[in-house]
């Protein structure tokens, strides 16, 4: 049995782009949030850039 193969179908099917983590290495993927990726297993976390301001906007008034 070869796990490189089960991974490699389901990362191209399901997901186009994962990050690995730097940590933990090949095989241990970043859960995507909204405005971080962050590992599971070692609890590394990394924010993502954002081009707009960093605020929310809320249509206040
Ligand atoms: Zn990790």
């Known amino acids: 049995m070869q796990k490189r193969e089960l991974y490699k179908l389901e990362g191209e ?3 186009r782009e994962r990050r690995y983590c730097p940590r933990c290495g090949p095989g241990v993927f970043l859960a995507e949030h ?22 929310e906007k809320k249509g206040g008034r």
């Open 13 to 15: 099917k399901v997901v």
């Open 34 to 55: 909204e405005d971080r990726l962050s590992c599971g297993r070692c609890g590394y976390t990394e924010f993502k850039k954002k081009q707009t301001g960093k605020e």
